[in-house]
């Protein structure tokens, strides 16, 4: 799980940053709430975990990492699109920020759960 956090890491580097680079070219800065959580809970967040299971590989084998892993990277995705919609003017999508938003928070739990449980000195 390590490195398939890295490497996704790494990919939501690049849309964060290419995201920010075209709010800058066009001095439009409505997506900014998902611009910074793209780089936060996609980026940072992820990479972060990918070192944590780098050093803790017991834990990076764990069944409770792979559900972190798949909740993560299917929630942001909802989480992300829904928050876009939600700031250009469409109200509609907020379940889908509601029910992305509720589903990174049960993955972060995961983690917690099996950093809590597997990572030990």
């Known amino acids: ?12 580097f690049v849309i964060g940053v290419c995201m920010g680079m075209y709010m800058s070219m066009k001095e439009s800065f409505d997506f900014t709430p998902v611009h ?3 780089n936060l809970l996609g980026w940072l967040t992820m990479a972060v975990a ?3 299971y780098v050093g803790f590989p017991s834990a990076a084998e764990t ?3 792979k559900v972190h892993f798949w909740i993560h990277n299917i929630s942001l995705p909802i989480m ?4 876009s919609f939600l700031v250009s003017g ?5 379940p ?3 029910t992305g938003g509720t589903l990174m928070v049960l993955g972060i ?11 030990r000195s």
């Open 63 to 65: 069944t409770l990492a």
């Open 1 to 12: 799980m390590a490195i398939r956090l890295i490497k996704i890491s790494v990919v939501y």
């Open 90 to 94: 469409t109200e509609s999508a907020a």
């Open 50 to 52: 990918g070192l944590i």
């Open 80 to 83: 992300m699109i829904g928050l």
């Open 96 to 98: 889908a920020v509601a």
């Open 36 to 38: 910074a959580h793209i």
């Open 109 to 119: 739990i995961v983690f917690a759960i099996n950093i809590l449980k597997n990572v």
